[in-house]
Every structure is written in structure tokens, then in C-alpha cells.
């Protein structure tokens, strides 16, 4: 249950780091720390190098493209880059394709999060004791592994019923599944075998860099383009949203002041329905970039998604009490500098997402 210390550089392997969530905790760590950084990304759909361009020239940083699930290259990185801690964001991420092609998902977050553990496990049995001591393997993983809330005028609808780190997993599509499996995994390899891990569980994040497939992004692109908004539902699920940065924040305090063998949940304290919010981008728009009419008209109401999850929401008093981390970045700010990012970079979007 010991802490680990910064008074010394580090090693961190990050895995799935060219990601949304993954590029900004490196760039936080390239920005603010003297860690020495190896980030192993597959590069499939989702990830673009443009996240960490600045970078690429930076002596603290390099950059292998590889899969989790290759366990010789991942044996051979252990081996050769000697790292002080692995920080697992490699994942297929996104619940509509988990949907249409959930085998990807098991392949990735499950079978991956499995070979990489025991890669992991592997190089830590043989390292020396205070090396030992030392190490830590971080699992990034969602809220949605907790299934979902009662929204307002449902039955069993409380405000202050927030998801904690006691709740019980009970995923509702292949990816919260998929992630719920590999947090049972991470655990069990602790419990088991004494690896020295920490799970964290994040509310939705926002900002610049995000694939556009995700809703922000998409709402924004979309808009942009004289798109049709694609709204599921009636649009009143519910969801809280963490701003990446804060979100990096978190990872690397959970990563050098978590408690082994804990899992810390961080949430932004931003609760609200996808149209509300699809409407607040909108007009943000209409400020930032004004058209023929009002961005909120491109909205379209599409039939929901297979088991959409109601409500998500984040109890993150573990993680300020122990850490004392807080989400700093206000809603509103983080919305503007996130539209006027996505603005400021039309090349970022894909016509066909």
C-alpha cells in the first residue's frame, strides 16, 4: 500500500498513447515532469500522430508503433526501456462499434489487457527489491463499467447518487463489458500475484484532439459542415464531463501518490443531458462562427442505441480527499476552448464520420 516517490526521473510506458485521453497525459508529463517516456500505440482508426507532433524532436520521448497483444515486442520494450511504471490506455473505446463489432473490443481490452499483464508480471518478478517496490501499473478505465443511474423522474432518482469506487460493476454494451473485464483482470493479477497496480474510472472527457466520431467532436463537425446533429433518443441521457487536461492531471497523482492495489474515480462535476448539451455547443457557434441559421436547426433526433446507458455520474471525494486532486477547468471555459480549437482546425474532421 506504500506511495511512490518522485525524486528521481522516471521510466513510463504508456500504452495507447497517440489517444484522445492517452497524448494529453504525455503531454503533460513532457511538459511539467523530467520523466523519460516510451508510448506504444498500434495506430488504428482513432489515433493520430498530430496529438504529439510538438514532440517527436523531444529527447524524453519516443515513440514505438506496436500492439499489447504482441508479446514478444512488449517483453522486448520491458526488457530494453527498464520502465518504472506501465499507464494502460490502450483500448477500443467507442459504443457504437463495440456494438456493430464487439469482437474487436474483446480482442483488444480483454485478450490485450490479459497478455500485457502477464508481460508485465514477467518483468517485475525479476527485478531487483527496490525496484520492485517501486514499479506500478496504472489501468485507465471508464465509469461506465458501473452501468448507469436513474435520471430525474424515474423511479429511484436521487441527485447525490454518484458512482464510487464501492459501486458494483454492471456493464450494459460490449465495450463497459469489455473494460469490465479487463478491471477484473488487473485486480486478480494484484490479489494473485502482488503486481503492484491502480485502476482509475473517468467520467466522458472533453477537449481538442478528440476523434470525431465521439459526440462533441461529431456535433461540432457536423454543425461545421451543414450536417445533420444526430441526437439518440429524445436526448435526455445524462452524462458528466471531465476535461482532458484535468483528466491527465488526475492519471499522473493516481499514478505517483495512489495507494496499490486502489482504484480512484474522477469525474468532472459537470452533469448534463447530450441535448442540452448538443445545444450549448450550438450556440457557441452561432457566436464563434455564425451562418445562415442557427446551428440548433441541424439537429436531428436518430433512434436511440441498443441499451443506452441513462445517467453517469462521478463521485471523485476518494480521489480529492487522498490526492488532493480537483477537476480545475469551469464548464463553460472548457467548452469555449474546446469549440474554438475544433474551429480553428476543419481539417480535423472526416466528411464520412
Given at each position: 500500500?506504500?506511495?511512490?516517490?518522485?525524486?528521481?526521473?522516471?521510466?513510463?510506458?504508456?500504452?495507447g498513447?497517440?489517444?484522445f485521453?492517452?497524448?494529453?497525459?504525455?503531454?503533460?508529463?513532457?511538459?511539467?515532469?523530467?520523466?523519460?517516456?516510451?508510448?506504444?500505440?498500434?495506430?488504428?482508426y482513432a489515433?493520430n500522430?498530430?496529438?504529439?507532433?510538438d514532440?517527436?524532436?523531444?529527447?524524453?520521448?519516443?515513440?514505438?508503433?506496436?500492439?499489447?497483444?504482441?508479446a514478444?515486442?512488449m517483453?522486448?520494450?520491458l526488457?530494453?526501456?527498464q520502465p518504472?511504471?506501465?499507464v494502460?490506455?490502450?483500448?477500443e473505446?467507442?459504443?457504437?462499434?463495440?456494438?456493430?463489432?464487439?469482437?474487436?473490443?474483446?480482442?483488444?481490452?480483454?485478450?490485450?489487457?490479459?497478455?500485457?499483464?502477464?508481460?508485465?508480471?514477467?518483468?517485475?518478478?525479476a527485478?531487483?527489491?527496490?525496484?520492485?517496490?517501486?514499479?506500478?501499473?496504472?489501468?485507465?478505465?471508464?465509469?461506465?463499467v458501473?452501468g448507469?443511474l436513474?435520471?430525474?423522474?424515474?423511479?429511484g432518482?436521487?441527485?447525490?447518487?454518484?458512482?464510487?469506487?464501492?459501486?458494483?460493476h454492471?456493464?450494459?454494451?460490449?465495450?463497459?463489458?469489455?473494460?469490465?473485464?479487463?478491471?477484473?483482470?488487473?485486480?486478480?493479477?494484484?490479489?494473485?500475484?502482488?503486481?503492484p497496480?491502480?485502476i482509475?474510472?473517468?467520467?466522458?472527457?472533453?477537449?481538442?484532439f478528440?476523434?470525431?466520431?465521439?459526440?462533441?467532436?461529431?456535433?461540432?463537425?457536423?454543425?461545421?459542415?451543414?450536417?445533420?446533429i444526430?441526437?439518440?433518443?429524445?436526448?435526455e441521457?445524462?452524462?458528466?464531463?471531465?476535461?482532458?487536461?484535468?483528466h491527465?492531471r488526475?492519471?499522473?497523482?493516481?499514478?505517483?501518490?495512489?495507494?496499490?492495489?486502489?482504484s480512484?474515480?474522477?469525474?468532472?462535476?459537470n452533469?448534463?443531458?447530450?441535448?442540452?448539451?448538443?445545444?450549448?455547443?450550438?450556440a457557441?457557434?452561432?457566436?464563434?462562427?455564425?451562418?445562415?441559421?442557427?446551428?440548433?436547426?441541424?439537429?436531428?433526433?436518430?433512434?436511440?442505441?441498443p441499451?443506452?446507458?441513462?445517467r453517469?455520474?462521478?463521485?471523485?471525494?476518494?480521489?480529492?480527499?487522498?490526492?488532493?486532486?480537483?477537476?480545475?477547468?469551469d464548464?463553460?471555459?472548457?467548452?469555449?476552448?474546446?469549440?474554438?480549437?475544433?474551429?480553428?482546425?476543419?481539417?480535423?474532421?472526416?466528411?464520412?464520420?
Amino acid at each position: 500500500m506504500t506511495k511512490t516517490t518522485e525524486t528521481e526521473p522516471m521510466n513510463i510506458l504508456v500504452t495507447g498513447g497517440v489517444g484522445f485521453i492517452g497524448s494529453a497525459f504525455i503531454r503533460h508529463l513532457l511538459a511539467t515532469t523530467p520523466h523519460r517516456i516510451l508510448n506504444v500505440d498500434k495506430l488504428t482508426y482513432a489515433a493520430n500522430p498530430a496529438t504529439l507532433a510538438d514532440y517527436q524532436s523531444n529527447n524524453a520521448y519516443r515513440f514505438v508503433r506496436g500492439d499489447i497483444g504482441d508479446a514478444a515486442l512488449m517483453r522486448s520494450l520491458l526488457a530494453d526501456f527498464q520502465p518504472d511504471a506501465v499507464v494502460h490506455l490502450a483500448a477500443e473505446s467507442h459504443v457504437d462499434r463495440a456494438i456493430a463489432q464487439p469482437a474487436d473490443f474483446m480482442q483488444t481490452n480483454v485478450v490485450g489487457t490479459y497478455i500485457l499483464l502477464e508481460c508485465c508480471r514477467d518483468y517485475w518478478d525479476a527485478l531487483p527489491p527496490a525496484a520492485q517496490s517501486r514499479f506500478r501499473f496504472l489501468h485507465v478505465s471508464t465509469d461506465e463499467v458501473y452501468g448507469d443511474l436513474p435520471r430525474p423522474g424515474e423511479a429511484g432518482y436521487d441527485p447525490s447518487h454518484r458512482f464510487s469506487e464501492r459501486s458494483a460493476h454492471a456493464p450494459n454494451n460490449p465495450y463497459a463489458a469489455s473494460k469490465a473485464a479487463s478491471d477484473h483482470l488487473v485486480r486478480a493479477w494484484h490479489r494473485t500475484y502482488g503486481l503492484p497496480v491502480l485502476i482509475s474510472h473517468c467520467s466522458n472527457n472533453y477537449g481538442p484532439f478528440q476523434f470525431p466520431e465521439k459526440l462533441i467532436p461529431l456535433a461540432i463537425g457536423r454543425a461545421l459542415q451543414q450536417r445533420p446533429i444526430p441526437v439518440y433518443g429524445n436526448g435526455e441521457q445524462i452524462r458528466d464531463w471531465l476535461y482532458v487536461d484535468d483528466h491527465a492531471r488526475a492519471l499522473y497523482r493516481v499514478l505517483t501518490q495512489g495507494r496499490v492495489g486502489e482504484s480512484y474515480n474522477l469525474g468532472g462535476d459537470n452533469e448534463v443531458t447530450n441535448l442540452a448539451l448538443v445545444r450549448r455547443l450550438c450556440a457557441l457557434l452561432d457566436q464563434l462562427k455564425p451562418a445562415a441559421q442557427a446551428y440548433a436547426q441541424l439537429i436531428e433526433f436518430v433512434a436511440d442505441r441498443p441499451g443506452h446507458d441513462r445517467r453517469y455520474a462521478i463521485d471523485h471525494t476518494k480521489a480529492s480527499t487522498e490526492l488532493g486532486w480537483q477537476p480545475e477547468t469551469d464548464f463553460d471555459a472548457g467548452l469555449n476552448a474546446t469549440v474554438a480549437w475544433y474551429v480553428s482546425h476543419p481539417d480535423w474532421f472526416d466528411p464520412r464520420v
